[in-house]
């Protein structure tokens, strides 16, 4: 790319993450936001992809979730026993969304509570 490309190409970058965060902390749908903003539903959802992708190839190699494409088409349910038990001194977050408890240790690594994370921000 030369350097205007590149310079157009931020801005565009800047300028969508700034209208999807006003999104997100607006509380509204995704469709309601993009119509009082006068912005195509298709465009939000074309730019929220490329961020993604442009963060994602960002990261390092170690820090990426390879999964492979033919598991996404089967999913697998297991179930979970119910802990109403409060977290132990080692628990250093405690997160609970429906039925399910995450739990994450005191020590545990970085990258495996990024990881974590990730994954379930993409769920919701």
């Known amino acids: 790319m030369d350097s205007l490309t590149l310079t157009t190409h931020e801005q565009n970058l800047k300028l969508w993450l700034s209208r999807i965060r006003d999104c997100r902390a607006s509380g509204q749908k ?51 026993p119910k802990h109403s038990k409060a977290p132990t001194e080692g628990t250093a977050v405690l997160i609970r969304f429906g039925g399910t408890v995450l739990e994450i240790q005191n020590g545990a690594e970085s990258a495996t509570i990024e990881n974590t994370l990730r994954v379930i921000k993409s769920l919701c």
């Open 30 to 80: 995704v469709s309601c936001w993009c119509e009082h903003n006068g912005i195509g539903i298709k465009s939000y959802y074309y730019w929220l992809r490329k961020i993604k992708r442009e963060a994602f190839e960002t990261l390092p190699e170690k820090q990426k979730i390879k999964v492979p494409v033919s598991s996404l088409n089967n999913t697998f349910f297991a179930e979970l």
